[in-house]
């Protein structure tokens, strides 16, 4: 056996490989050669074994090579045939449904003051007027009960029975249940009768929020309310307390914060003021913790409240507060 | 309130910006809704007589007018208005004024003809909405050249429009804003004094009051020689900027006080009152009034109204609310009768809002007037009024409870609520200029000494009925000091924030039907009479007496009609594939007269396609918080297809709701088309209020093997009852049970029975399954099915 036999029986091989025959190092001439390498002096055996182990591992890696390619080629042919347009897909099972921007908004605050510490409670929505009114320093007669346009229900004396006009029934409730201290929103449906137009529904969502604790001051009001509207519409939103009057708390305000539209320099949003009013807040009445049994001379508290619907319609843009109450897929699917 | 700057000058010296004043106003708690300019861009206006007028060649609009405007030269002009001729008076802008919205006068030219002013129309000077013409004035209103601000006696003013809270009679007039602000602003502040007429009271009128109650405190002054006729200019401008008409000086003196110093009063024609005088008194049950209005008034059927009568005891007016027509002041009056009196806050309300009759008095009289103002009104009345001789001293009939308790203000709780450092002397600083009595302790001889004490005895004014407790005080002082200089904090909070399980739950619930393509709606809690049976449900609910509209005014058991209510709106708005949720509360009527409350429970209801989509529905939303529920078929749910439905009960819970599909004769009555799938489940039973953690099974390491059996099995079997049954015979290795074909065939199968195709998966966790354990299994669960549910293995 030469050298130039080895190369000779390789290059054959190759070309039987380029041919198509990828089995030619299992029957071809490099087997052949192999088989006679016993013939040789035993001094020439490893190198000779060395080269037709080289030569066979050159046409190994064409036959790879090659193998590889064809496995690619069909798989290419193979994923052409399967080819799919996602854009084309017809729609169907599952779609996806939509939260009412209510919900989507009332859940957002929560997160917020469940961030800062505070509980969600909740409570009926049909109310006796004791825990709408008499509780919250509103006796009656009392000229604020007009404001609330209650609605009354034919159960138990005239006018002893309401779906409630606010959420604050639910602070009552609360303070009745725990002790203080409490931190807690109050999120919820109210109804009054007040004929609908762009800006008001008769039924729709307040959100309050209640704190009673030792050594609770106006400036811990004025500071919630801060961090809560820094927290929901961002660190550049301003906000401000002015005085103001309701029955359940004294000292009262008002709190706006600066419009996001104009930055505080007056547009139509906030016609032309630069703030927005957003809602009522002070610190709780004595009148009130008295009618729940907690001593206002330990506690101090503070109470604030405002609309749930009122900030979805500003955060989308809507003109007419009306079609949140129309169920019409063509909106709620908006969102 | 609309609010004159030059009126609020009256009182203190307030300079400026009028916008700086404003946020002075808003930072007090008087929101400034608008702040209108008046009589302004006048300067360069004149008088001027038209003295020529040419048509411009090739111009049919306009034309070139020649002006007498007092310079001595004729000024020409061109203009496009015609509604004038030569010899009209005008108003005439120079070139260089400068008219109101920032509008300059220049020079200028038009086809050819040189301009050098503008003659102006109503509108261009801001004097009204006429711009189609110019305003062409009297003749002899003034001369050529005569500033037109001063012929037509316009003065530069700032008119404020301000809402004031309901707890602040005391700024519902001029001078009480100017008491605050001032105060404020550190500006002295003066109210002129005034008294009643004194010495003995007239002779020529009575005056009895027989309800002290109702009335506290009434005074009838007569004054003789009265001409009606026009108020003086000023009386006239204060009035039209505030927005009120002016009609004749006795009435606009009137109005006058009552806007300046908060005190209505009514003056009386004294000729016109029976027995020349006035008695006042509760109404008789079902005594009528024709009010100025023109309309009959009936009162004292609820409750207590307070009446003015004459002396006859003849009603001439509801006190403090509006009078009757038969002793107004007319031209002839000559001797008027003035009542100003102070009327129970609680009594003008209620009698106020049963009649439906509001008016500036009443709003007045119902948040509390100033029982001792009525002596500086009614000196203030004569004054503006301006005619007529005062008769004798006033009738003053009193019974107002002597003094004012003194609230004790501890210095430690104003700052224990504020959250401030104030000193009791700074406190007291805030108080004095807004008219508080402010006793220092006994001894307190200097500031450091009044410091030291930490208390104040405070008694508030009498304009200010609205303060009666240490937090009135301390809010006066929030005020002063400004809400908007109390430094903020935030609190540190002991716990931490959660949803309960329960609102946790909820949350997961409305995703997972979002997720199962579901909307939500949001419900109104009130339904129209006759919906509940619409939709199926017993009629039986809480309803409202007063409604604010028929449509509202039942308190809805369920959630179905408004979600039906939802589904034929989108389908007559070609919405197809309508799949939508609410959760929401509902109320029973209770069983017990006892009982404070309805029965409120929070559900969830559901609109899908049909049963079987809401079937399918109800499986992924059960899974999500129940490893298992069982469903039973039922005739009988209110508002749901008979043989398409099925209660949910939960082991252990009971029955929980409903699924199927909303019976076809409800859904005809709603006009909706085609079917209706329905879920409808009571939240606060089919929720878990505590968190659930399943137990973890091992997953197992050896092989499963399955085993598909197809059983023939009578209609009147429910598949539940099937696949109850191989649970129960299948033993421990069972893995999973699945239902995979349900095929009808009569004529194969027989009448009233279907083959039900289940897939059974088996697997131990120890070792694999021989052939001989999977064919025991098989044999055990043909023959549990056999003869315990009456079917057969299909051949």
């Known amino acids: ?335 | 309130m609309r609010v004159p700057l030059s009126w609020l000058r009256d009182f203190a010296p307030f300079e400026g910006d009028p916008i700086a004043l404003g946020e002075t106003f808003d930072d007090l708690g008087m929101v400034v809704e608008g702040i209108e300019r008046v009589g302004e861009g006048l300067d360069g206006v004149v008088v001027a007589r038209v003295l020529e007028v040419h048509r411009i060649e090739g111009a049919d609009k306009i034309r070139r007018v020649l002006v007498d405007d007092g310079t001595g030269d004729a000024v020409q002009v061109v203009c496009g208005a015609w509604n004038f001729e030569a010899g009209a008076v005008v108003p005439f802008a120079r070139v260089g004024a400068v008219l109101p919205g920032d509008f300059a006068i220049g020079r200028r030219k038009m086809k050819g003809v040189e301009s050098n002013g503008m003659i102006c129309s109503a509108r261009e000077l801001s004097m009204g909405e006429d711009g189609a013409g110019i305003m062409v004035l009297a003749d002899d209103v003034a001369d050529p050249g005569t500033p037109f601000a001063d012929a037509m006696g316009i003065q530069a003013d700032v008119v404020f429009d301000l809402a004031i809270e309901t707890n602040r009679p005391d700024a519902n007039s001029v001078a009480g804003v100017a008491r605050d602000a001032a105060a404020r602003l550190k500006l002295p502040f003066t109210l002129p004094s005034g008294s009643l007429p004194g010495g003995a009271p007239t002779a020529s009128a009575s005056a009895r009051v027989e309800s002290p109650d109702l009335c506290p405190r009434f005074t009838a002054t007569v004054v003789t020689d009265v001409v009606v006729g026009e108020s003086p200019e000023w009386v006239r401008r204060r009035l039209t900027l505030a927005g009120m008409r002016p009609i004749n000086n006795v009435v606009d003196a009137s109005n006058y006080v009552m806007l300046e110093l908060g005190q209505p009063t009514h003056p009386y024609d004294l000729d016109q009152l029976g027995g020349q005088g006035l008695l006042v008194r509760a109404a008789r049950p079902g005594e009528k009034l024709v009010t100025l209005d023109g309309v009959e008034r009936t009162l004292g059927t609820v409750g207590e109204d307070c009446l003015i009568c004459d002396a006859l005891d003849v009603p001439v007016g509801i006190a403090g609310i509006m009078g009757g027509e038969s002793s107004e002041i007319s031209a002839a009056t000559t001797r008027v009768l003035l009542e100003a009196a102070y009327f129970a806050p609680m009594a003008i309300a209620r009698t106020s809002k049963r009649l439906g009759l509001r008016s500036e008095a009443s709003a007045r009289f119902e948040r509390g007037c100033d029982p001792d103002g009525i002596d500086r009104s009614v000196a203030r009345f004569c004054q503006v009024a301006g005619v007529g001789q005062v008769d004798g001293g006033a009738i003053d009939v009193r019974s107002l409870p002597a003094d004012r308790p003194a609230i004790r203000v501890r210095t430690k709780r104003v700052n224990k609520v504020l959250g401030t450092a104030l000193s009791t002397e700074q406190i007291a600083s805030y108080l004095e200029p807004i008219g508080f009595e402010v006793a220092r302790a006994n001894g307190a001889a200097d500031a450091a000494a009044v410091d030291a004490a930490a208390v104040l005895d405070v008694v508030p004014p009498s304009f200010r009925p609205d303060v009666s407790i240490e937090e009135n005080v301390i809010e006066e002082v929030a005020r002063h000091h400004g809400y908007m200089n109390i430094e903020r904090t935030i609190p540190r909070r002991p716990f931490v924030g959660s949803l309960t399980p329960y609102q946790k739950a909820r949350r997961r619930l409305r995703e997972v039907l979002v997720g199962a393509g579901l909307s939500e709606a949001l419900g109104v809690p009130l339904l129209a009479p006759g919906e509940h049976a619409k939709a199926g449900l017993a009629e039986k609910a809480l309803s409202a007496p007063d409604p604010l509209a028929r449509e509202e005014s039942v308190l809805r058991t369920s959630v179905l009609p408004g979600l039906l209510r939802a589904v034929a709106f989108n389908q007559s708005h070609r919405v197809a594939d309508v799949a939508l949720f609410e959760i929401g509360h509902v109320f029973g009527v209770p069983a017990e007269d006892s009982q404070p409350l309805p029965d409120e429970r929070e559900v969830l209801g559901a609109v899908v396609a049909d049963a079987v989509a809401a079937k399918r529905v109800f499986d992924v939303v059960s899974q999500t918080f129940h490893s298992s529920v069982s469903l039973a078929s039922v005739a009988d749910a209110p508002g749901l297809h008979p043989t398409r439905s099925a209660a949910v009960s939960i082991d252990g819970v009971g029955v929980v709701g409903h699924v199927g599909e909303v019976d076809p004769g409800v859904l005809a009555g709603w006009g909706i088309e085609g079917r209706v799938g329905w879920i409808g489940l009571d939240l606060g039973a089919f929720l878990p209020v505590t968190p659930v953690y399943r137990a973890a099974r091992p997953v197992s390491r050896f092989p499963s093997s399955d085993i598909d059996l197809a059983f023939v099995v009578p209609d009147t079997v429910p598949a539940a009852a099937v696949q109850d049954e191989l649970y129960a015979a299948a033993g421990d290795l069972l893995q999973s049970v699945a239902l995979f074909d349900v095929y009808r065939d009569p004529e194969r199968l027989g009448e009233g029975r279907r083959s039900l195709a289940y897939r059974l998966r088996f697997q131990s966790q120890d070792r694999t399954l021989t052939d001989e354990d999977v064919a025991a299994v098989r044999a055990r669960l043909i023959d549990a099915i056999e003869s315990g549910l009456g079917a057969s293995l299909r051949g």
């Open chain 1, 1 to 335: 056996m030469e050298e130039a036999d080895v190369k000779t029986a390789m290059e054959e091989s190759l070309a039987r490989v380029e041919g198509g025959d990828l089995g030619v190092l299992k029957r071809g001439p490099l087997v052949d050669l192999n088989s006679r390498l016993k013939e040789l002096a035993a001094e020439d055996r490893p190198r000779f074994g060395q080269l037709l182990k080289d030569a066979r591992q050159t046409v190994q890696a064409r036959i790879d090579a090659l193998a590889a390619a064809k496995e690619s080629a069909e798989r290419a042919a193979r994923l052409e045939a399967e080819r799919l347009d996602l854009t084309e897909v017809l729609p169907g099972p599952p779609t996806r449904g939509h939260l009412s921007l209510v919900t989507q908004t009332r859940d957002e605050l929560e997160d917020v003051f469940v961030g800062m510490g505070f509980t969600v409670a909740e409570g009926p929505e049909v109310e006796t007027d004791w825990h709408n009114f008499e509780a919250l320093n509103i006796p009656k007669a009392h000229p604020a009960r007009s404001g609330f346009d209650s609605l009354y229900l034919d159960w138990g004396e005239p006018e002893s029975t309401l779906f409630r006009p606010h959420t604050s029934p639910v602070q009552i409730r609360l303070m009745q249940s725990q002790p203080p201290p409490i931190y807690a929103v109050m999120p919820g449906k109210v109804y009054r009768k007040d004929t609908p137009d762009a800006s008001h529904n008769a039924t729709f969502h307040q959100i309050e929020g209640l704190v009673v604790d030792h050594g609770i001051t106006f400036g811990d009001l004025a500071g919630t309310i801060d961090e809560f509207i820094h927290a929901y519409f961002g660190p550049d939103i301003q906000t401000r307390l002015r005085p103001a009057s309701f029955p359940f708390t004294e000292p009262s305000a008002e709190f706006e914060v600066s419009c996001a539209v104009c930055g505080g320099a007056g547009c139509r949003t906030c016609s032309g003021v630069g703030w927005i009013e957003l809602g009522g807040c002070g610190m709780v009445h004595p009148n009130v913790f008295k009618a729940v049994g907690i001593d206002p001379e330990e506690w101090t508290g503070f109470a604030f409240g405002f609309g749930i619907d009122r900030i979805a319609i500003v955060r989308h843009g809507i003109e007419d507060i009306r079609v949140l109450l129309d169920n019409d897929l063509r909106f709620v699917t908006q969102f």
